[in-house]
């Protein structure tokens, strides 16, 4: 009687039935917590948080002299200031800022006169100093949920006090090798001896996926002694492959070793080579059967163990690209030195790679967690223009980067949040948010440079948020404005209120150090608009030229004691333990790109942005009310 394979199912259907049969059967990452020590090309079980800002004190970045940046103001070329020893204190690099002090006098631009020094030109506050939460702020998201943890981010993680994370546990995968004619590597083989190097390619390739491979000992074709093998491999191991038996011949026994401790989904697939292959289970264990021929089984492998691996994992197990990119914004960089600049890619509205280079400074490690690719400048450039085409060496893989959704604008906690609900809904889905402002959102999606970007900007004449400015930009339309949060904004000071600050007009006084938003953030619009509403005068405030460019970081300022107000959100002034004088309630919302609104990207997005799940994590942070809208 001729042989006849059970199935010839398509691949792709093939491998998306047998994925969804092991997860109805309970396959799912595995999980440890491991030291952040040894946690490098490790994945993430869950979103990691920072527990402590880095830096967490306040610290000199140059060598030189420590001063309160308003005994320097006057100090010009031709009048001097001259400063007595109790005016200044020394410091060298990495110092804490002492107290009564604000910023950091280079070495170089101090003139010595016996013991008084001589300043030829005025300091700024907190020039030249490294401030708490400079890198990573306390409450901050280091990592999301099923991230591969890259060297940079063992850093990030450590600076931010985490000293231990959950990861996904590397799933055991046993080999068992069987064959009359199989034998072990050798010199002088017989012959009609095989050498068996298959368990030694399949082992290497699952190495290289994060996996844990268990070769067992060649088993001869005896019907008994493969189903005893199997048995004890299922125990032992979270996936199983056996190599060889599941084709025809007289002496194949895998399929029935398969249909003996589990189930068999299918047995044959339509390619060419490997369609042999075996695709069963037990419980929620994998088990393959690969067919002998080693090209064969490498096919299988890649085509079909490669996506369970992912499942159990949680990892993309793709390689790495370089890509040509239009440069977003201008980069200069000195002659000196041959650079390399860490950038953001996202996808503009004509499908060209957008690369925006992140923040530079030699100590801020989150920007290398959260880059896509290096631009690699040469040591004779002196940098690109905007619009420049530029080759980028990606640290990512190119296929997510496809799927990356980019939002340039306000900062928001709930945007990172999103992006760890979509991250556990979908391992492939990525997120490349920028914070530079809602009128930076607004000027990013007029140069293309985003999807979409969140904004709350207030109309001092109506009181009402964003449309007003939508329709000065957008005249002609281009862009939809989803309705996103309502959100508390009001003043977040020191827990207890120690310097009684009883309202907004309160910043003006002497005693009061004032920490502000960027320009162009909306939070810096609402702040000048109070200015203006109280007849106050922004040249009386002390620290209002002080800028910080997330909720998280002025709030990490204030709780380190450096300042005494700033604006800020609810949810910020809670992670802190401050406390919270509330001024308004604004609307936080999306622009977005109208040729990417009906994208799976964006309408993934907005699926989380009105989920119950993000409205759980919201009433856990505090200060936020949704929409009640139906999707």
Not at 16 to 33: H, N, Q, V
Not at 384 to 405: M, Q, S
Request: proline fraction near 5%; charged fraction near 25%.
């Amino acid at each position: 009687m001729k042989y006849e394979y059970l199935t010839n199912e398509d691949l792709d259907i093939a491998v998306e039935s047998y994925i969804a049969a092991l997860k109805a059967e309970g396959l799912c990452p595995k999980t440890e917590r491991v030291p952040v020590f040894e946690a490098a090309g490790r994945i993430t079980a869950s979103a990691v948080y920072a527990h402590i800002c880095a830096p967490h004190y306040n610290a000199s970045a140059m060598d030189g002299i420590a001063v309160m940046a308003n005994k320097t103001f006057g100090a010009t070329e031709t009048t001097p200031v001259r400063l007595k020893p109790a005016d200044f204190i020394q410091v060298d690099t990495g110092d804490p800022m002492p107290e009564g002090t604000d910023c950091v006098v280079m070495i170089e631009d101090v003139v010595r006169d016996a013991d008084d020094v001589l300043l030829y030109g005025a300091a700024v506050p907190w020039q030249h100093v490294r401030q708490v939460g400079e890198d990573v702020c306390a409450g901050d998201m280091i990592l999301p949920s099923y991230t591969k943890i890259a060297p940079a981010a063992l850093g990030a993680m450590l600076a931010g006090g985490v000293l231990e994370v959950l990861v996904v546990k590397p799933p055991v995968v046993g080999i068992i090798p069987t064959g009359d004619e199989i034998v072990s590597p050798c010199t002088d083989p017989k012959p009609g001896d095989i050498i068996e190097f298959n368990s030694t390619i399949f082992s290497g390739i699952l190495k290289e996926w994060g996996a844990v491979p268990k070769t067992y000992p060649i088993v001869k074709d005896i019907k008994e002694d493969i189903i005893s093998t199997m048995k004890k491999a299922v125990e032992e191991c979270d996936a199983v492959i056996i190599n060889a038996g599941s084709s025809a011949g007289r002496d194949d026994y895998s399929s029935l070793a398969i249909s003996t401790v589990g189930k068999m989904l299918y047995h044959g697939i339509a390619i060419k080579p490997g369609k042999p292959a075996i695709l069963g289970y037990a419980g929620e264990k994998p088990i393959l059967g690969v067919p002998g021929y080693p090209v064969s089984g490498i096919i299988v492998l890649e085509q079909i163990m490669r996506p369970v691996i992912e499942v159990m994992t949680g990892a993309n197990l793709h390689m790495k690209d370089e890509i040509e990119a239009v440069l977003g914004r201008v980069m200069t960089s000195p002659l000196k030195y041959r650079e390399f600049v860490r950038v953001r890619i996202g996808i503009n509205e004509n499908g060209d790679f957008v690369a925006t280079p992140l923040n530079r400074g030699a100590g801020v490690v989150t920007s290398f967690v959260k880059a896509d690719g290096i631009i690699d400048v040469p040591q004779d450039c002196e940098g690109y223009e905007a619009g420049d085409k530029v080759k980028v060496i990606l640290l990512r893989p190119l296929d997510e980067l496809k799927n990356t959704l980019t939002i340039i604008g306000s900062h928001d906690p709930l945007i990172d949040e999103i992006t760890d609900l979509l991250k556990i809904e979908n391992k492939d889905s990525v997120v490349s948010s920028s914070h530079v402002g809602s009128m930076g959102a607004i000027m990013a999606l007029k140069r293309g440079e985003s999807q979409m970007g969140a904004i709350h900007l207030l109309d001092e004449e109506t009181g009402e948020y964003n449309t007003k400015y939508v329709n000065k930009h957008f005249p002609n339309g281009g862009v939809i404005l989803e309705k996103g949060v309502k959100r508390i904004q009001g003043l977040m000071i020191a827990k207890g209120n120690p310097k009684n600050i009883k309202d907004f007009s309160d910043i003006t006084r002497d005693d009061i150090s004032y920490v502000n938003r960027q320009k162009g953030s909306g939070t810096r619009i609402l702040c000048d608009f109070l200015i203006k509403k109280n007849e106050m005068n922004s040249s009386d405030i002390y620290g209002y030229d002080r800028e910080e460019f997330t909720h998280t970081s002025v709030a990490a300022q204030i709780a380190s004691g450096t300042a005494d107000a700033g604006l800020g959100i609810y949810s910020a002034a809670m992670t802190y333990d401050l406390d919270f004088i509330p001024i308004c309630n604004e609307e936080y919302d999306f622009l977005i790109d109208e040729s990417a609104y009906g994208g799976e990207k964006v309408k993934n997005f907005l699926k989380i942005l009105h989920s119950d799940e993000l409205k759980d994590r919201l009433t856990r942070l505090g200060g936020y009310e949704t929409w009640d809208l139906h999707m």
